[in-house]
């Protein structure tokens, strides 16, 4: 099985920060990779698809890059709204997620 | 619009099933798989596994292998995922979300979820 690993665990982060979370899958699994952001009590969104593309209405400050094993979402100037959960999941082969990202304020 | 609706919260005693519903509107239920995630309280997603509407092929992750059955009912576009045997640590929230047919899909609808507690 394909295992997928974020880091960090945890970040805290101010207002305006531009922010990075990685991705790391235990194998290849070229682009299929997604990215979710989940606050409390609510049922995850999904943000990027295939590594890189933006879903429909999602602000265009969320971005996300890579292929292979090595990936990124990236947010470029933190809003007060995106302090939630991220996380990865890789769709090559079944559908394992990685284990989250919390986004705090600092 | 798009979306799916679970059913409600269910409490269990232990060794008992619960069959949880989903109920898709707004799209044409036989052209997305539906797939079924929970998260513990506190935890991270944990996918269980895959069903096609239009056929009713299904693709289950191995730790709930012989314990979990999802099914479908085309006429009210709606999916069903029934878990056996539950256990106190499986008390979590149970998420049915919307994927494209076949590999490489991500989940882009999600239903509001539903808490299913198991407790003696």
């Known amino acids: 099985d394909i295992q997928m690993t974020q880091s960090p665990s945890s970040l805290s982060a101010s207002v305006g920060d531009r922010v990075t979370i990685t991705c790391r899958a235990s194998?290849?699994?070229?682009?299929?990779l997604n990215w979710y952001q989940q606050k409390p009590g609510k049922a995850p969104k999904l943000l990027i698809y295939?590594?890189?593309n933006l879903q429909s209405g999602v602000p265009s400050r969320f971005s996300g890059s890579g292929s292979g094993t090595d990936f990124t979402l990236t947010i470029s100037s933190l809003q007060p709204e995106d302090f939630a959960t991220y996380y990865c999941?890789?769709?090559?082969?079944?559908?394992?997620f990685g284990q989250g990202t919390k986004v705090e304020i600092k | 619009q798009v979306q799916l609706v679970q059913s409600g919260a269910e409490v269990k005693k232990p060794g008992a099933s619960v069959k949880v519903s989903c109920k898709a509107s707004?799209?044409?239920?036989?052209?997305?798989?539906i797939n079924w995630v929970r998260q513990a309280t506190g935890q991270g997603l944990e996918w269980m596994g895959w069903?096609?509407?239009?056929?009713?092929?299904?693709g289950y992750v191995q730790k709930f292998q012989g314990r979990v059955t999802m099914t479908r009912d085309t006429s009210t576009s709606t999916a069903y995922m029934e878990l056996s045997s539950l256990r106190s640590e499986e008390t979590a929230v149970y998420y049915c979300a919307r994927g494209e047919l076949g590999t490489g899909s991500a989940f882009d609808i999600w239903g509001q979820g539903t808490m299913v507690t198991v407790s003696s």
């Open positions: 999941q890789q769709s090559y082969s079944s559908r394992a």
């Open positions: 295939a590594a890189s």
């Open positions: 194998q290849s699994i070229s682009s299929y």
């Open positions: 707004g799209y044409t239920f036989t052209s997305y798989d």
């Open positions: 069903m096609n509407p239009n056929s009713g092929d299904t």
